[in-house]
């Protein structure tokens, strides 16, 4: 097959809403649907997603395209890789060998990809054939069988180079083992990097290995231990500790299903949690809480739960994520459990049932801070809850954290209010004003087109009307200078007879034009019965103002040869019955 035969047989295959479903949570308005835009921040959804030309337009940022340009830009990779993943998916043979054009990042990626795959086979054949690491996960542990699988947990046994060997005999170069975050350098020579440890492969949304978490295996009682309990692979090309989350693979069906999110520490205690029946339980790989991995759930739901330890590291934890909730315009749940609990020993004592209660009993951000302060510590408190409450754009929200501050501390809502304004003089930032649904669409909404945009609205929706339209007018009767260029790319796109791929269009234009070819496609609604008497309400309307345009330029000049015939043109056009133009 040629490249375009692939792009082609991938685009019949797959439909681009189920695409960009793994990522962002759409919602069905109309014809097209709607979501919150992943490459921007937003709270109102512009994200547009059109099913019946397979195609979004961001009418936020500007971001549009097919299929193949969400995946390449959502998942930050090559064209080509961008067509593996979606060859994959649809089930279209695609070997990127073929292309001309040899993309090296991609095959660099594709490479580390392979390696790491390999690298989580041979852990978890090695897990097997640990009677110990197998004891210790089911026996002490207590983790199922099916568990294991479903997070491909493999072995790591204690010696220096175990991993390397085998992926050497399996072919790969030392330095991609070692690229790889597999293994690390030391006095020339390598080592595996995860040595006597349980291993938990950490997987990108797509299921793809990008890197692993270990866990230290218990030693004997008395020996003496400075390893940490757990260690990540360093960051690689593919592995971005700030931007992916343990679990999430396996939990991004249930949190659409449940309608929630619930981030824990502990990868553990993530893997518990979905062994308990709770799969939409999610973790940051080993460090705080980072912005991006919120908006990587944000896409999913809204409602996400804080789940960490009650101790004092997972207080400061909790307290540094109610930041970045606020930043990101989410209104935090908060839940510890009781002390000395993590979920797996809680869900044992208290059952699966009592642990669902919980996630109605979630505390808000203000009860969170009062509950852990002392009375000695109230005013700080209260001044520290009162400079996040500022930071809340969402006025409703606001209100509710306002009210719900003052009875609990009974200070009058009027007074927290003047603080708050206090407190946002301070940090007033400016904002940036999205573009969102304007005019342009108001316009729509409201029939107030032009001709000239009803045409190309047409021609968009009923490409076999193309021709006759583009027969039928002239650049100069286009006026506004976008449409005027729009006009004057597709005349040259259908030279090449690729009048049928309107959206590719789009590249070829400023973002002005974009977003005016999107509304088009995505607002206008064209009935098929009533297209024909439109295109020639909208011909007439075009040839009146082109002759109109003669006549004065005519008397302009005194032509009065000229004047004549125009007027009588005009009277013509005017008295003609529509069908006769449509010869
Ligand atoms: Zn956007």
Redesign the pocket.
Known sequence: MRIDEIIDEIKSRLDIVDVISEYLHLKKTGANFKGL????D?KTP??TVSPSKQFYY??????SGDVISFLKKIENVSFNEALRILSERAGVKFDPKHFDGKDEESEFRSRLLAVLSSAKEIYAETLRESTRAMNYLLNERSLSMEIIERFSIGYAPDTKDYLLKRLLQRGYDERLIRDAGLTIGFQGGSYDLLRNRIVFPIFNPRGETIGFGGRLMPLPEDSVNELPKYINSPETPLFKKGENLFGYHQAKDAIKKEGFAIITEGYMDVIMCHQHGFSNVVAPLGTALTPRQLRILKKLTERIILLFDGDTAGINATRRAIQIFIEENLRPEILFLPHGEDPDSFIRRYGPDEFKRLFERTENLIDFYLSKTSPSLLTETVKEIISIISKVEDGIIRAEYIRRLSERTGIRESIIFDEILKSSKKTLKKKKIPLGMDESTLLLKNKRLREEELLMAVIIHHPDKTEFILREIEDNDVEDPILKRIFFELREFTKHGRENEITSLLDLLPSEGKKTIATLILDVMIDNEDIDKLIMDCLKGIKLRRLNRRVEEAKKNGDLLTLQELIRERKELLNTSLKMVMK
Request: proline share 8%; net charge negative; glycine share 16%.
């Open positions: 835009c992943p490459f921007h937003e512009s994200f961001c009418f936020g940022c500007g971001e």
